[in-house]
């Protein structure tokens, strides 16, 4: 028997065929516990869940888990593998929960020697990644409000957006809360912005003289709003960012406590520019990738790594693969791109790319699919990078 799952927020299509295809029943449940309950007691019934294969669009989630808890082999279908294939039950379009869920069931009936079982990942492993994606949403939402903060400056307090690098930094906030309007900052000289850096600590390398410089020479708002409206947004976006300073902190101190207790960190926790951030998004990004295939081109198609060839004839092209796990993309490229400042292996290989005519990204992601297979054989044999035995790198530290 096999079983097509087609899940939604607040209910699920299921439908259980036969090896003939026949239909042997159709469920609607609600997401609930009730019903998710009585749905699997229901499975049991009809035979050993271990012969009872649940093809699903999805890899991870409550859902899945409840599935593979329940002792059903999960078999993951990709979306847009499904969504080529449904010609296959009609061309008519017509669409509805239950008849998803049987095509899905037939899917897996016909190519099931073609889907991928989805694996339960280690709780160490899981609890990484959930850490590293609530962090990167933060710095997402950061980021959206450091946005908005500079439209705001930019049109009606420009040199305050000026002064400092980052908007988000610590003497920024604290010199947008202590100048919130130009009426405010209007007596603000050498002296006083000497006295303001001392304070806050200030170690961004510009003079006193330099950063009222930068104040003074920004345009002037044509029809600026009244200053006690902005001094209202200013504050507000400034508390904003402190929360999420000070949450963004608070992670990354748990994805400190969580890398020294991962049995992996110890694997690649010499690699060359990786911190903590980096490191737990390698681990917990890309060890999923790791442990399910069979070898790195594998691992580097899943993670967006390796283009995509298509060749019909005469005619051959190489592109970019857009179909990936972009969390393990993100993961790696940043990684490589970091790496190439302080190995000389990386180094080389981006440097190379360039003079082939690859653009930046591109080089990237060629310097990335060589720390693909570097990072295999370290995950896969359970040894700790070490440049000494990294061949690249010590043929390059002995050629110089």
């Known amino acids: 028997m096999f079983c097509g799952w087609d899940w939604g927020s607040t209910q699920h299509g299921i439908c259980v065929i036969d090896d003939n295809g026949t239909v042997i029943k159709t469920w609607m449940i609600e997401h609930t516990e009730k ?12 035979g050993d869940p271990a012969r009872i294969p649940v093809a699903i669009e999805r890899g991870e989630g409550l859902v899945v888990g409840r599935i593979a808890s329940a002792g059903h082999p999960v078999l993951m279908i990709e979306p847009a593998s499904f969504k080529a294939a449904r010609p296959r039950w009609g061309s008519a379009g017509a669409k509805s929960d239950a008849a998803d869920a049987f095509m899905l069931a037939d899917y897996a009936r016909t190519d099931n020697h073609r889907l991928r079982r989805v694996e339960p990942v280690a709780q160490a492993t899981r609890e990484l990644a959930t850490l590293v994606r609530a962090r990167t949403a933060l710095v997402q939402a950061r980021t959206a409000s450091s946005n908005q903060l500079w439209a705001i400056l930019s049109e009606h307090w420009p040199g305050a957006a000026k002064v400092f690098h980052k908007l988000t930094s610590q003497v920024a906030l604290a010199f947008l809360a202590d100048y919130p309007t130009p009426q405010s900052a209007a007596l603000l000289g050498e002296g006083r912005m000497r006295q303001f850096c001392h304070r806050h600590s200030y170690r961004g390398g510009k003079s006193a003289a330099a950063l009222v410089g930068r104040l003074r020479a920004a345009p002037a708002a044509a029809n600026p709003i009244a200053p006690k409206v902005l001094e209202a947004i200013i504050r507000g976006s400034i508390a904003q960012i402190n929360l999420l300073n000070t949450e963004i902190t608070h992670l990354e101190h748990e994805l400190a406590d969580a890398l020294a207790a991962h049995p992996k960190t110890v694997l690649l926790e010499s690699l060359p520019r990786v911190a903590n951030v980096s490191l737990a998004a390698l681990i917990a990004e890309i060890g999923p990738l790791l442990e399910r295939c069979d070898n790195p081109e594998q691992v580097a198609a899943l993670c967006g790594a390796a283009p995509v060839t298509r060749a019909s004839g005469k005619s051959r092209s190489v592109g970019f693969r857009y179909t990936a ?65 990294h061949r690249g790198e010590q043929l390059l530290v002995a050629a110089t």
């Open 35 to 46: 019903g998710i309950a009585a749905l699997f007691a229901e499975l049991s019934q009809l």
């Open 325 to 389: 796990n972009k969390p393990a993309r993100a993961a790696i490229t940043g990684f490589a791109d970091n790496s190439r400042h302080s190995s000389a292996w990386a180094g080389d290989c981006y440097r190379r790319a360039r003079s082939r005519g690859a653009r930046h990204p591109h080089a990237v992601r060629i310097l990335a699919r060589g720390w693909v297979r570097v990072i295999w054989a370290c995950w896969t044999t359970d040894t700790p990078y070490t440049p000494s035995r």
